[in-house]
């Protein structure tokens, strides 16, 4: 997801690079933004994770529908011949979110490895 906002072509990069440089930005300056925008492109990617969104919702939801499964008088099993579909449903959502959760709590998101441009390669072989 956050490799869409970022420049692909080292081309692109290095065009970047080279306009902050003519703007007056030092090397070290160009790499202290290019690392700061890396770590707010990584928490975003992370806060709006489809996953935390998909189980979070299931998650609620599935609280008040079996809240009203259990709370569901006679009348209303009935209708459902004789089955508590609220509490059953209820159940299976609160399921289906925790499972979406625990997935993102054991895989989260992989961090964003820094691409250097062929440039910054080159110079540090050559130090």
Known sequence: ???????NEPSERAEAAERLRRAGYSEADVQREVTELEEKSTTAA?????????GGLFVVYGV????????????E???AQG???NLWTGLGMLALGLFFLTWLKLR???PVTRTLPPEAVEETRGE
């Open 83 to 85: 089955i508590n579909i």
């Open 46 to 54: 992370r806060i709006f994770d489809l996953r935390r969104i998909i």
């Open 108 to 110: 989260p998101t992989a």
């Open 1 to 7: 997801m956050s490799e869409q906002n970022e420049p």
């Open 77 to 79: 099993i009935d209708k």
């Open 64 to 75: 008040i529908v079996t809240i009203a499964g259990i709370t569901d008088g006679d009348a």
